[in-house]
């Protein structure tokens, strides 16, 4: 018979409670990344993601106040991959339209200085409609 596990229909008394593990009572409480969130929110609030990532910290902030830390640990992964997708969102597209204006300023550059010789072309009297 297996006695590594208890049985279901087993249900301890208050003698047998066992004391809480001294590495259960030293882990810390996940975090809420509420600051975090709130300046995604009001900053950089690219496709709603900063408020999204809002509303996962304060239900991260609730059930860790609640002490239910396993759902506080999912709804703080939650609100810190939004917050990152929020923050690489409002940084990466702002670099990328800069990247293609200054490429498109450079090309009509270009393009300008080739087709000033087609405006600047100047007639040579060596042709014989000039005489």
């Not at 950089?44 to 640990?73: I, P, W």
């Not at 609100?79 to 409002?90: D, F, I, K, P």
Request: hydrophobic fraction near 40%.
């Amino acid at each position: 018979m297996d006695t590594s596990y208890p049985r279901e229909d087993y249900l301890p008394t208050p003698s047998h409670k066992r004391e809480p593990s001294p590495t259960a009572l030293a882990s810390p409480l996940p975090r809420d990344h509420l600051v975090w969130s709130i300046f995604n929110t009001i900053y950089m609030n690219f496709c709603c993601l900063g408020f999204v990532a809002l509303a996962f910290s304060v239900k991260a902030r609730d059930r860790k106040a609640a002490g239910d830390v396993e759902a506080a640990q999912r709804f703080s992964s939650k609100a810190r991959c939004y917050n990152a997708l929020a923050m690489t969102g409002s940084v990466v597209l702002p670099l990328l339209l800069a990247a293609l204006v200054v490429t498109g300023v450079i090309h009509l550059s270009k393009l300008a200085q080739e087709s000033a010789g087609f405006f600047t072309y100047q007639f040579s009297g060596s042709d014989d409609e000039d005489n």
